[in-house]
């Protein structure tokens, strides 16, 4: 399940590190998978707990339209329309803090550390970063995507669909995603754990 008060305080402070610029969208999207994907590997969970949807240029939180829409209406985010390289773009910046802090130290230190690393890259540099992704290339429009497999790289995901072609019950869409989730977190878990020693 969503963590909603984590992920509208994520989404702020990216924003905030925009130091008074606006952010565009696309660009705002990415810098939330990509720390999600960091906190993922360091912290193991996510920040959001957000499931990730696979659209044509990289994955998307699935909540990430509500939430924005919800920070419009506290006041906390304004949204105007921006061009950006030519094009409308929706784009975000604070207007005021948020009222109360859910993150951890940790989980603040990943949201610096990953806008450090990625901030200077334009929507399309991280979109194109997001298309590296195994599970993003094999996976078809719409498709629901996990962070823990978002995390893994490509010879772990083949392992993962391996397992998954192991599955023969036909009858069950959710038995296979929870089984999958299920099979990325046990991977996910070896993988750490090999890191670590």
Known sequence: MVNQKKFKELIVKLIELENGKMIGLTRL???????????FKSLGESITSDVYVREKQGPVPSHLYEILEQLER???????????????????VVVKPLPESYLSEN???????TYRELGK????????????????????PGEPLFISELSVDE???????????????????????????ELVDEISDKS?????S
Not at 155 to 174: G, M, N
Request: with cysteine.
């Open 121 to 140: 890259l334009t929507g399309k540099e991280l979109s194109a970063k997001a298309h590296e992704l195994p599970a993003w290339r094999y996976s078809e």
């Open 74 to 92: 506290e006041g906390i985010v304004r949204e105007q329309i921006e061009q950006i390289n030519g094009l409308d773009t929706k784009c975000y």
């Open 29 to 39: 999207a990415k810098l939330v998978l990509f720390t999600d994907i960091e906190a």
């Open 155 to 181: 010879k772990t995901f083949w392992v993962l669909q391996d397992a998954l072609e192991d599955i023969e019950d036909d009858d069950s869409d959710v038995l296979e995603l929870l089984v999958k989730q």
């Open 192 to 196: 750490m754990a090999g890191r670590d």
């Open 107 to 113: 989980e603040i230190s990943v949201i610096e550390r």
